[in-house]
Nanobody
Framework: QVRMVESGGGSVQAGASLTLSCAAS????????LAWFRQSLGKEREGVAA???????TYTNSVKGRFTISKDDSKDTLYLQINSLKPEDTAMYYC??????????????????WGQGTQVTVSS
């Protein structure tokens, strides 16, 4: 059974850092395309970072320079390091995967499997 479980969210003040984790099981982690998405109340789901099976990463412009996506194939775990958090980063953060390459790494319809989400709340 495919499972993806996020953790590491919390309530912090602006300027703080967080590391989100996504523990995966039930599939060949090293061969999948992986991504992080977020969704704020009243807004559509937004892709923020993606990493392919070779470890190449891409970011949406709004998070570039502050977010770092990485993976550890030996632990079947995906990470998102977030620095200099802003109130506009407040959202539910989801990890997602697809068994192979994707054409648009930040499009939610590309991904097959999703985690339940972890909440990040940033106050002023």
């Amino acid at each position: 059974q495919v499972r993806m479980v996020e953790s590491g969210g919390g309530s912090v003040q602006a300027g703080a850092s967080l590391t989100l984790s996504c523990a995966a099981s039930g599939f060949t982690f090293s061969t999948y395309s992986l991504a992080w998405f977020r969704q704020s109340l009243g807004k559509e789901r937004e892709g923020v970072a993606a990493i392919d099976s070779d470890g190449r990463s891409t970011y949406t412009n709004s998070v570039k320079g502050r977010f770092t996506i990485s993976k550890d194939d030996s632990k079947d775990t995906l990470y998102l390091q977030i620095n200099s958090l802003k109130p506009e980063d407040t959202a539910m953060y989801y990890c997602a995967s697809y068994p192979g390459p994707v054409f648009n790494p930040h499009a939610e319809w590309e991904y097959r499997y999703w985690g339940q989400g972890t909440q990040v709340t940033v106050s002023s």
